[in-house]
């Protein structure tokens, strides 16, 4: 699903080129951006853990820019490199746990809010975050791509746990926030799942529906022990 148009992630890495060029000129490595968004995400799920949700919504949508220019900068100043990739995928599940962790927490803690039901949900959505990389990776482990296989993919998953917050924060009671949430979780588990019928489908041999029906006729005309019985020899055969 994607609900971002490409006009928009278009225009938002245009306006990422001028960054990027600044960064590639002070020869700031790839991997310490990773580092520096990583921290600041971290930091983002502890402000949305105290309870500041417009704050925290604002902050991560700040920082969401790291995940496009460690990339760009990668690319542009060639210090792409498969520890950098590793490090970048593994830095990204530790973002996603950090804010639907805090928002945990928040549901945990806060006296006006607090719900446990709802911290059963942020706790589901961390698991079906992981699971969701998990299931890519060793999708692409066994040579099978199921990066665009799903729901929902990082992108969406950032501007969700960002914009709305930044936008309405707690508003109606904070019932906008816990309709994100459950969407994201929903939307993670359901992700899971059809990537584990594309690599069922991708890896179960196909069986010829002639061979079916030739097993099918085999199973029920194939004669019965009365009739392959030994029985008296009559007159005359």
């Known amino acids: 699903m994607q609900i971002l148009p490409d006009w928009l992630k278009n225009g ?20 310490t951006i990773t580092i520096v968004g990583t921290l600041l995400t971290v930091a983002g799920g502890v402000i949305y853990g105290t309870g500041h949700i417009s704050i925290g919504g604002w902050f991560l949508g700040i920082t969401a820019l790291t995940d496009v220019l460690d990339g760009i900068v990668a690319r542009r100043s060639n210090r792409t490199s498969v520890f950098g990739a590793f490090l970048d995928s593994t830095l990204d599940r530790v973002a996603d746990g950090a804010v639907l962790g805090g928002l945990a927490v928040f549901y945990a803690l806060n006296p006006v809010h607090r719900s446990v039901p709802m911290v059963v949900v942020c706790l589901m959505g961390i698991i079906g975050a992981f699971l969701t990389s998990y299931t890519r990776a060793k999708a692409e482990g066994l040579g099978l791509p199921a990066k665009d296989v799903g729901s929902f993919q990082r992108a969406e998953r950032v501007v969700l746990l960002s914009a709305p917050q930044a936008f309405f924060g707690l508003a109606l009671n904070g019932w906008v926030l816990a309709i994100i949430i459950n969407l994201l979780t929903i939307a993670a588990w359901i992700t899971v799942i059809q990537r584990m019928k594309y690599v069922y489908d991708m890896t179960t041999p196909k069986q010829d529906p002639q061979d079916t029906e030739a097993n099918d006729y085999k199973l029920w005309d194939r004669p019965s022990r009365r009739d392959t019985a030994a029985r008296p020899v009559l007159k005359g055969e």
């Open 12 to 31: 938002y890495l245009r306006l990422m080129d001028p960054i990027a060029e600044w960064l590639i000129r002070r020869r700031v490595h790839p991997n």
